[in-house]
């Protein structure tokens, strides 16, 4: 067995602006263990712009489209290698009658979006337009079923719409509604947030009903549907615990929701942020790791063979929407200090996979930590978060090298977030590093080794001027990945600074 251990150590050099790292690569003791290509799933819900204006525009816009689907968006997401993608909710999922999105798109029902500003939902994005999505994008559909509101009939027989070839009503419905074959669908969630907008049910209650209604969803056709349980919120292990002791069968995953949010009341503007500010949300972001250390504890007791899943399939930040912007549909701007979030949390969701097996950022576009930012005259612009997700592309799939360091942590009200933080990977014959450096003033040497012989390098890098620098429909290139050359390869061993507010990844081949 192969292992690759980072050791980091840190030098703190007294009175001067830069720390020093060590960082030792031991690759021949790897374990094995692969990060799921899901840990870098994407959420679209019905709200706001996300659906309408972000992924959809309609076969009849200005806006170039393929088959009514943002050309733009297309292909930003085919470059992402998006590989699932959750839909319709969020909080929408349990308001969802999915037969109001069947058939005739200027037929169907028109509704208004009540948990969403109350916008009017024309439904003319339904079924057909997520899952034939899905495949343009070549992404497992993972789609979130009512309980909330609906019944267990309906859902049984969404299941069976999507996913059955044998004759019935609703089969031939799809047929006539031109899907003769059915899709695959491979994650299928029971409600979200039944603890909140999903029915502000008890958890006792929930687990009942999710083994009334999965008694009834079908594997149709060869599809076996992944059932996922709706899961916490943050650190309320009683409800994993009441869940993972009273659905003894029948769920394939239970996920878990976490967001930045401190105050509620006071989530604090995207944009303009003091550095404080910046570092309790780093601090808050990390902290997602004692949360899924809880929750897998828990999970550990009721299943020591690790046959359940944990799916994080909300995360990320939330802040006040941009100024005149709706209330009700949660678009903020995307800073540096968001793409810090992004890399921190998946750093941290890599050493956890033998039990995290999917994460879905909130959400793909338009809303809260976006990938991607539309307006209706037809621009887009990526954000930095969008940035970490493609320069990570490096890691879907690859073996897991456990990092050890000993990094610096900084410190905010007593505190704590890593000053580097590095993860690292192994593909197609070579080892992939991340490393990101959250100080806002100190750059950092780092000198990498590995065990074995490094061979040709490769190195990108995402900074900035300013922490809160971001991207707009005016200027949209002001952060973007740049190649990194700065580094030496000196007795066998990577020398480099890494600045301030910086992300790099590096390929290095592995010489046989
Ligand atoms: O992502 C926005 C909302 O946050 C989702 O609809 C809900 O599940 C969560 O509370």
Known sequence: MKRIIIVIA????AASAQAQNIVVIHDSEADGRIIPKEIYGQFSEHLGSCIYGGLWVGRDSSIPNEDGYRKDVLDALRALQVPVLRWPGGCFADDYHWMDGIGPQEKRAKISNNTWGGTMEDNSFGTHEFLDLC??????????GNVGSGTVEEMAKWVEYMTSDKPSTVVDMRKANGREKPWKVKYFGIGNEAWGCGGNMPAEYYSYLYRRYTTYLRNYAGNA???VASGANSYDYGWTETLMNGIDSGMEAISMHYYTVRDWNHKGSATEFSDREYALTLAKAVDIENAIKGHIRIMDKADP???VALFVDEWGTWFDVEPGTNPGHLFQQSTMRDAMVAALSLNIFHKYTDRIKMSNIAQVVNVLQAMILTDPEGHMVLTPTYHVFEMYKIFQDAEFLPVENDTPVCSVSGETYPSLSVTAGRKDGSIRVALVNTELSKSQKVTLSCDSEMGAVEARILTCTD???H???EKPRTVEPLGFYSYKLRNGALEFMIP???IITFTISQKQ
């Open 471 to 473: 991207n707009t429909f």
């Open 135 to 144: 495949e343009k994008l070549g992404c497992d559909a993972y789609v979130s």
């Open 467 to 469: 922490i809160r620098d």
């Open 10 to 13: 840190a030098v703190a050099l």
């Open 225 to 227: 549907l992944c059932r």
């Open 500 to 502: 301030a507010r910086s």
């Open 305 to 307: 063979g690790r046959k």
